[in-house]
């Protein structure tokens, strides 16, 4: 038994990231004991463009078809980075009297979110503490408020012994490493929503209502 999860996102480090992060929410915030599979729906029309317009073509070409056509997802999750504003519009528009969507802002972008989980951050990167002149170690620092998440967790992968390569503008296969070796089974959710109130902490609401519905209803799927 599972329940199968559609993505609409930017980029391959929201599509490695969130599957572990919706896993983690589904079991920790609305009781599930089975698993949460997760499949990107620009796949199933064939959109090879990614960023922001590839997001947007995906959920219209989605929402046109939605009410003829048949998809066991019970629901979909559309993230966007923050910078997006007139795409935004344009989704909130699509989407309007439809409640099988959970819409979330990551500010500046996911990263934050993975850094915002300072436990399982350091513990991935094989520190236990970090160099006092570096981004991550600034005073009352607040991922959500970091202007440039990527460059931060670059930093990171630079001043650890651990590693023989840098994230730089977003490393596949060490964010898979994070998502399956630390998010998946430990993620630290209210952490995650301490330091990110404004993009995480709506999104999750969000995500909850829908794994709550989902639960209750058709979205476990056998």
């Not at 005073?139 to 992968?157: I, N, S, V």
Request: proline residues 2%; charged residues 30%; hydrophobic residues 40%.
């Amino acid at each position: 038994m599972s329940t199968k999860i559609g993505i609409i996102a930017e980029g391959p480090i929201d599509h490695i990231l969130l599957p572990a992060l919706l896993e983690r929410i589904a079991q920790d915030r609305a009781g599930y004991a089975w698993p949460v599979n997760a499949e990107d729906v620009a796949e199933l029309f064939l959109i090879r463009k990614r960023g922001h317009g590839g997001v947007l073509e995906t959920v219209r070409k989605l929402v046109s078809v939605l009410d003829t056509q048949f998809f066991e997802h019970a629901f979909f999750v559309i993230l966007l980075d923050r910078k997006t504003r007139a795409v935004q519009e344009q989704i909130r528009t699509f989407l309007a009297n439809r409640d099988r969507f959970a819409l979330g802002l990551a500010i500046e972008e996911i990263e934050a979110w993975w850094l915002a989980d300072r436990v399982n951050t350091l513990a991935w990167a094989g520190m236990t503490e970090v160099p006092k002149d570096a981004r991550y170690a600034a005073e009352e620092y607040k991922a959500e408020q970091d202007a440039d998440p990527k460059k931060t967790l670059d930093e990171l992968t630079r001043l650890s012994d651990r590693f023989d390569r840098y994230y730089g503008e977003g490393n596949t296969d060490m964010a898979s490493e994070f998502a399956e070796d630390h998010w998946r089974q430990h993620a630290m959710l209210d952490a995650i929503r301490t330091q990110c109130s404004e993009g995480y902490g709506r999104f999750e609401d969000v995500a909850v209502n829908r794994f709550r519905t989902a639960k209750n209803t058709a979205g476990r799927l056998f």
